[in-house]
């Protein structure tokens, strides 16, 4: 049973920086201490980049009135409790990416912990808490397939640019088309066996093995606040007694690595989304200051909207092919996500049962 170390309630938002870039130039810095709203110059407004804090919610212009491809209110940052910064996309048709490559569309909201970097059109918003060293990002809110609702398809739009030929482009061979079709079989396999396979959760985890390749793999429970793991898989290996778990590790990183799946965790009870950690800031160099473990998770809802799981993913720094900063992927992250949203609620949690009235 894990009881995460942070409480929310208890913390202020920690100080930030936020910077605006255009042109590969810093055009304006703020202290970011309350929500602020980033948009496109009004009628009545000084021109970019210009910053009011004189309203109850001050606003940061970063384009002229004439940037259509920016909105006048196009995305609300709001500092919180531990270093997490709220993004809300406050724009009715205009796209935010957050790195590394989130889309938060229009009407949406993510979190992100550590550094965060935005990007609409030609503006780089970067916001910098200044007592955060690690990175976590939230990447939406999945829904499960175990959901009448979901089983019904949206229609196609008829959008060749949206195509899987289109979007992987004409140099994905032959032998990347097999591998792609593998990870497919795997998944499609996997979904088909839910309902009827007792080795289900196993065979999520192998799925988690086949086609991302993380270190460790594991599913996790949660009954109010408290998660408890239930399986994990490792060098091929399902191991469902967490003493048997935490020998995977040195008994110096066992500590630490508690702590962090106790953070995500928490963060995913809390925000219901998948999330993205990176145990150190994500930079290209120097090589020393990669992150040297990366976890994702992703949430298990069942039909009340409640937590009552998660799927999770561990890779350490240092192995083989992964001179990359980034050591899990947004790729990545979302086939996770992809495979949580087929696990049956009710493999992990009993089925929610009216209690009965007390009587005399």
């Not at 990416?97 to 993510?110: A, D, Q, S």
């Not at 990176?278 to 039909?303: L, T």
Request: aromatic content about 6%; overall charge negative; some cysteine.
């Amino acid at each position: 049973m894990i009881d995460s170390p942070f409480n929310p309630h208890e913390s202020s938002p920690v100080a930030a920086e936020l910077s605006v870039y255009s042109g590969g130039q810093r055009r304006l810095v703020v202290p970011l201490v309350s929500a602020v709203e980033v948009g496109r110059q009004r009628r009545t407004e000084s021109v970019p980049f210009y910053y009011n804090d004189q309203n109850s919610i001050p606003r940061l212009v970063v384009a002229d009135r004439y940037e259509t491809q920016i909105s006048r209110s196009h995305v609300t940052v709001s500092p919180l409790p531990g270093g997490e910064i709220l993004l809300q996309n406050t724009s009715r048709n205009c796209r935010i990416t957050v790195e590394p490559g989130r889309e938060l569309l229009p009407g949406k909201t993510c979190f992100v912990r550590g550094v965060a970097r935005l990007h609409m059109q030609h503006v780089t918003i970067v916001v910098e808490p200044s007592e955060v060293t690690e990175r976590m990002i939230s990447l939406g809110t999945p829904r499960p397939l175990s959901q009448s609702s979901s089983q019904v398809f949206d229609r196609g739009s008829g959008d060749q640019g949206t195509s899987l030929v289109a979007t992987l482009g004409s140099s994905f061979d032959a032998e990347q088309g097999d591998q792609l079709m593998m990870w497919l079989r795997t998944i499609a396999k996997l979904f088909y066996s839910a309902s009827t396979n007792p080795r289900f959760l196993e065979d999520a985890l192998h799925a988690i093995d086949d086609v991302i390749g993380l270190e460790i793999a594991m599913i996790w429970s949660r009954v109010d606040s408290d998660w408890q793991l239930t399986c994990s898989l490792s060098c091929g290996d399902v191991q469902t007694s967490p003493a048997d778990f935490a020998a995977e590790f040195d008994e110096n990183i066992r500590t630490e690595l508690a702590n962090d799946f106790a953070h995500v965790l928490d963060r995913i009870g809390r925000w219901r989304q998948t999330v993205l950690y990176h145990s150190a800031p994500i930079a290209v160099e120097p090589p020393s200051k990669s992150p040297h473990h990366a976890i994702v998770a992703s949430p298990i809802i069942n039909p009340q909207t409640r937590v009552v799981g998660a799927l999770m993913g561990l890779r350490r720094g240092g192995q083989p092919r992964r001179d990359r900063s980034e050591l899990i992927t947004r790729l990545e992250a979302s086939l996770v996500e992809l495979i949580a949203s087929g696990i049956r609620f009710d493999w992990i949690a009993p089925a929610e049962e009216s209690v009965p009235p007390k009587t005399d």
